[in-house]
C-alpha cells in the first residue's frame, strides 16, 4: 500500500496528499472527497479501501488517521450543483476543494506545501500540483485509501443528518443509493430537497397523459 508513496519518497518528494471521493452514484445528497497527507513513518494496521471495511472499523480509521495524519481536507458539492454541471465535473470541484483545504492546513501548520497528489482514477486540471492518477487506487495507495475513510464517514454522517430532516427515505441506512426501499419511498413521497433530479428524470419528468 505504500509502493507509490514510496516511489515518490525515494525522489525527495515528502508531502503527498492522496485523494478520493465518495458519493458519484447516490441518488440524493452530495458528493464528498478527501485529501491526507500522511507522514512517511504512518503505520495504522487496517486502512485500506474503505468500501472493503465495515462502518464500524472505518469509524475507528477516521479518528486515527485525523490523528496522525500532517493535514486533511475536505469538499463537497451538492446535489444541486451536481444536476448543474454533472457528476464528473462535481466530483472535480469537490476534489479541488479538498485538496485547497489540506493544502491551507499543512501551511498552517508545517509550513509546507503539497508536492504530490495520488488520485483515485482522476485527473485534475489546473492545480498546480504533479500528480499520479491511479486505478483502484483506494486498493493501492495508503494516503488514497486513507482519503476515501476521511470521505465516506464524513458523507455517512451527514446522511444521517439528513435522516432526521427526511426520515421517510431511510438516509441512515441507504445513505442515498437507490435501494429498493429508497425507491418506493420516493414512489409514495416524491423527491426531496436533497435528490439529485438528473438522476431520477425518468420520475421527476412531467407524465405525458394517455391518450
Same mark, same amino acid.
Given at each position: 500500500? /505504500?509502493?507509490?508513496?514510496?516511489?515518490? =519518497?525515494? *525522489?525527495?518528494?515528502? =508531502?503527498?496528499?492522496?485523494?478520493?471521493?465518495?458519493?458519484?452514484?447516490?441518488?440524493?445528497?452530495?458528493?464528498?472527497? #478527501?485529501?491526507?497527507?500522511?507522514?512517511?513513518?504512518?503505520?495504522?494496521?487496517? &486502512?485500506?479501501?474503505? /468500501?472493503?471495511?465495515?462502518?464500524?472499523?472505518?469509524?475507528?480509521? =477516521?479518528?486515527?488517521?485525523?490523528?496522525? #495524519?500532517?493535514?486533511?481536507?475536505?469538499?463537497?458539492?451538492?446535489?444541486?450543483?451536481?444536476?448543474?454541471?454533472?457528476?464528473?465535473?462535481?466530483?472535480?470541484?469537490?476534489?479541488? #476543494?479538498?485538496?485547497?483545504?489540506?493544502?491551507?492546513?499543512?501551511?498552517?501548520?508545517?509550513?509546507? &506545501?503539497?508536492?504530490?497528489?495520488?488520485?483515485?482514477?482522476? &485527473?485534475?486540471?489546473?492545480?498546480?500540483?504533479?500528480?499520479?492518477?491511479?486505478?483502484?487506487?483506494?486498493?493501492? !495507495?495508503?494516503?488514497?485509501?486513507?482519503?476515501?475513510?476521511?470521505?465516506?464517514?464524513? *458523507?455517512?454522517?451527514?446522511?444521517?443528518?439528513?435522516?432526521?430532516?427526511?426520515?421517510? =427515505?431511510?438516509?441512515?441506512?441507504?445513505?442515498?443509493?437507490?435501494?429498493?426501499? %429508497?425507491?418506493?419511498?420516493?414512489?409514495? %413521497?416524491?423527491?426531496?430537497?436533497? %435528490?439529485?433530479? !438528473?438522476?431520477? /428524470?425518468?420520475?421527476?419528468?412531467?407524465?405525458?397523459?394517455?391518450?
Amino acid at each position: 500500500m /505504500k509502493e507509490y508513496e514510496n516511489e515518490l =519518497y525515494a *525522489r525527495g518528494v515528502r =508531502y503527498i496528499a492522496g485523494i478520493d471521493e465518495v458519493g458519484r452514484g447516490p441518488l440524493a445528497g452530495p458528493v464528498v472527497a #478527501a485529501a491526507v497527507i500522511l507522514p512517511a513513518d504512518f503505520d495504522v494496521p487496517g &486502512v485500506d479501501d474503505s /468500501k472493503k471495511l465495515t462502518a464500524r472499523k472505518r469509524e475507528m480509521l =477516521y479518528g486515527m488517521i485525523k490523528e496522525q #495524519a500532517l493535514a486533511w481536507g475536505v469538499g463537497e458539492v451538492d446535489n444541486l450543483v451536481i444536476d448543474e454541471i454533472n457528476i464528473l465535473e462535481a466530483t472535480k470541484r469537490a476534489m479541488k #476543494a479538498a485538496v485547497n483545504a489540506a493544502g491551507r492546513e499543512l501551511a498552517a501548520a508545517h509550513g509546507v &506545501v503539497i508536492e504530490h497528489l495520488l488520485i483515485d482514477a482522476v &485527473v485534475l486540471k489546473d492545480v498546480g500540483i504533479p500528480q499520479t492518477n491511479i486505478i483502484k487506487g483506494d486498493a493501492k !495507495s495508503v494516503s488514497i485509501a486513507a482519503a476515501s475513510i476521511i470521505a465516506k464517514v464524513t *458523507r455517512d454522517m451527514m446522511m444521517d443528518e439528513f435522516h432526521r430532516l427526511y426520515p421517510c =427515505y431511510g438516509f441512515d441506512r441507504n445513505k442515498g443509493y437507490g435501494t429498493k426501499t %429508497h425507491f418506493e419511498a420516493i414512489g409514495l %413521497h416524491g423527491i426531496c430537497e436533497i %435528490h439529485r433530479k !438528473s438522476f431520477l /428524470k425518468k420520475i421527476t419528468a412531467p407524465q405525458t397523459p394517455a391518450p
